[in-house]
């Protein structure tokens, strides 16, 4: 008996000491770096670390750690949910512990066991029913863990849940301070851009408009369909031109939203039509999948932008002689878009990054760089209608951007 009690005898004082270590004056790394400290002593770990969750993303980012190799440093840079030991973690929203994760089939963890690591335990940190984040360990000892020391984790997460809701992940810090040097010069290009376009465009509408004046009295068709399309782009240009200054001056990301009833599948063909051009020089194929006439309530301007920057990214980043698919359905009470490709794809840790204001993919993927706002813009349009977007995407296996929005039907 006097055995059983020793370890939780332990445990109170190495608690205690995280309570002060939790209330002194050190700044928020300093605190998980004591109490990782403290942990990784009282419960002889190799490795321990704490990761902050992203509900927007569905990520795990790693915030501190001791004694983790380089390997796993990167591989718990970002984690999704669902992926791997840890992804299930953040699913079940449960702690848990594997005494010998080269055995148990339902712990396996490849990179660990490469590195020499045996065992394992985790526990999420959680507040009012929120993910917060993560706290976990690793012994290159087998058969270490027990309930003991899965309550202790418990404690100690419940001990660290307004450090964790306060951290930034030291990833997020200096990706703070890139973004913010590339917002500056950002705002300076989009000032210049509005001086260099603006008449340019003005002179475009104006002439187009009557040119389609003259292929309407004369009835070409084709000709006159043409034109509707570069005059319908150009004002469409312009507008979005706007917004972007807008944008730049008051660092506003607020848009508003007038909606009515339309047909999607009407808009869908429209814009399809737009960027047709755009996949021929490419040879590229855009495939049109959509169901006759989808009512929808929405602003059908900004589902329209929605839809041109999803398709336009689409056939940016596929290779000549890709597909482009432009799918819609019903599911339920909602409207589900997709927007795939045959691209490149996107990697895990880029994923997450796409829809951040002024973030853009990789150049060495494609060569072309971008001014990083065409999905934030989506995100926050899509969201203002009560809907959802996301991606799919693995490398070599291109990508596939989807949104929904709500019917609204009668």
């Not at 979005?240 to 607020?254: A, C, G, P, Q, T």
């Not at 065409?374 to 969201?383: F, P, Y």
Request: glycine share 6%; with cysteine.
């Amino acid at each position: 008996m006097q055995q059983q009690s020793q370890p939780k005898n332990k445990y109170l004082y190495v608690l205690s000491d995280i309570s002060d270590i939790v209330a002194s004056s050190l700044s928020d790394r300093e605190i998980l770096d004591g109490v990782l400290w403290e942990l990784g002593n009282v419960i002889d770990l190799d490795a321990c670390w704490v990761q902050k969750y992203s509900p927007v993303n569905k990520t795990l980012m790693l915030v501190i750690q001791h004694g983790l190799p380089d390997e796993m440093i990167k591989e718990l840079e970002a984690v999704e949910e669902g992926t791997g030991v840890i992804g299930a973690v953040v699913q079940t929203r449960k702690p848990l512990f594997c005494n010998d994760i080269s055995a148990d089939a339902n712990y396996r963890w490849e990179s660990a066991v490469k590195n020499g690591y045996l065992s394992f335990i985790a526990c999420p940190v959680i507040s009012g029913g929120q993910l917060l984040g993560l706290i976990a360990g690793s012994s290159t000892r087998a058969g270490i863990f027990s309930v003991n020391e899965l309550k202790l984790m418990s404690a100690v997460s419940s001990s660290i849940l307004e450090v964790c809701g306060r951290v930034k992940s030291g990833q997020e810090d200096s990706e703070a301070a890139s973004q913010q040097d590339e917002i500056t010069h950002t705002h300076l290009f989009l000032s210049a851009l509005s001086h260099e376009l603006k008449t340019p465009l003005t002179a475009i509408i104006a002439s187009t408009g009557l040119l389609i004046e003259e292929l309407d009295k004369k009835q070409e068709a084709v000709l006159l369909k043409l034109a509707q399309n570069i005059s319908r782009s150009a004002t469409s240009l312009r507008n979005r031109l706007n917004e972007l200054i807008s944008l730049s001056k008051n660092k506003d990301e607020s848009y508003g939203i007038a909606k009515k009833d339309f047909d999607f599948s009407m808009l869908a063909a429209e814009v399809a039509d737009q960027v047709l051009s755009l996949a021929k020089e490419k040879k590229q194929t855009l495939n049109l999948e959509v169901a006759p006439y989808i009512k929808i309530n929405a602003d059908d301007q900004r589902i329209e932008q929605v839809l041109l920057n999803l398709l336009s990214n689409a056939i940016k980043f596929t290779p000549e002689n890709g597909q482009i698919f432009l799918r819609a359905e019903k599911d339920g009470n909602r409207l589900v878009v997709n927007v795939q490709d045959t691209g490149p794809g996107i990697a895990n840790e880029e994923k997450r990054k796409l829809f951040v204001p002024y973030y853009h993919p990789s150049t060495d993927r494609s060569g072309i760089p971008g001014l990083g706002l065409g999905l934030a813009i989506s995100k926050q349009i899509v969201e203002l209608h009560g809907g959802a977007i996301w991606v799919q995407s693995e490398v070599g296996k291109g990508s596939n951007f989807s949104f929904s929005l709500p019917l609204h039907e009668k």
